[in-house]
C-alpha cells in the first residue's frame, strides 16, 4: 500500500486510450467495496465516458479541470444526503479507494472537488453537475475523478518529503 501511496500523483493529461471494460469493471468493484459508515452504503457512482459531456463538466468548476479536458473516463462520486449524514465522508473514502485502485492498474487519476466550489460565472459547482448528470433532490455530488492513461511522468514521494512533525505520539 505504501509503494501506491508514494507513487501516486494527480494526473491531469491523458493518452486518448480507452479503457477497456475489464479495467473499468476493477475500478467499479473497488468503489463497490469502498468502506463506509454503518456499512449503509449512500453513495451511487456514475461513469462518464461520453466524450461531449465531459466537455461540458470542464465548466463546473472556476479552477482546476484541465484534467477534465483529456480523460477519457470521469467517475462523479454521489452521495445519497437522506440515508446518512455521513455521505461526505463516504464519499471521500471512495473517491480516494478508486485512485489507488487507478494507480495499481497503471492508470492516472485526478480528484476534482464539486461540493462547495463555485463555477466560472459565480455559479455553484454542485448544482451545474446536479443540472447536467440530472440527480435527484436526495443525490449530493461530492467529487469527479478522472481517469485514464498518464500522458505525463511526474515523480514519486519521497520519504525525505514527509513531514513527520505533523504526527503525534501519545503514550
Not at 477534465?68 to 455521505?87: C, K, Q, R, Y
Not at 519521497?158 to 503525534?168: A, G, H, N, Q
Request: charged share 30%; with cysteine; hydrophobic share 40%.
Amino acid at each position: 500500500m505504501l509503494d501506491l501511496l508514494y507513487k501516486r500523483r494527480s494526473i491531469r493529461k491523458f493518452t486518448d486510450e480507452i479503457l477497456s471494460d475489464e479495467i473499468t469493471e476493477k475500478l467499479k468493484q473497488s468503489l463497490l467495496l469502498s468502506p463506509t459508515s454503518q456499512n449503509k452504503k449512500a453513495s451511487r457512482f456514475i461513469f462518464v465516458s461520453d466524450p461531449e459531456l465531459i466537455r461540458k463538466t470542464a465548466s463546473a468548476k472556476a479552477h482546476g479541470m484541465k484534467a477534465v479536458e483529456t480523460a477519457p473516463l470521469l467517475i462523479a462520486v454521489v452521495g445519497l444526503s437522506d440515508i446518512t449524514d455521513v455521505w461526505v465522508e463516504d464519499c471521500s473514502i471512495a473517491s480516494i479507494v478508486v485512485q489507488l485502485e487507478a494507480e495499481s492498474l497503471g492508470l492516472g487519476s485526478c480528484w476534482l472537488q464539486m461540493r462547495k466550489r463555485k463555477t466560472d460565472d459565480g455559479g455553484s459547482s454542485e448544482e451545474y453537475m446536479h443540472k447536467l448528470l440530472k440527480l435527484k433532490e436526495n443525490e449530493k455530488i461530492e467529487s469527479l475523478i478522472a481517469v485514464g492513461y498518464p500522458a505525463e511522468q511526474l515523480r514519486a514521494h519521497t520519504k525525505d518529503e514527509l513531514d513527520f512533525s505533523r504526527i503525534e505520539n501519545i503514550s
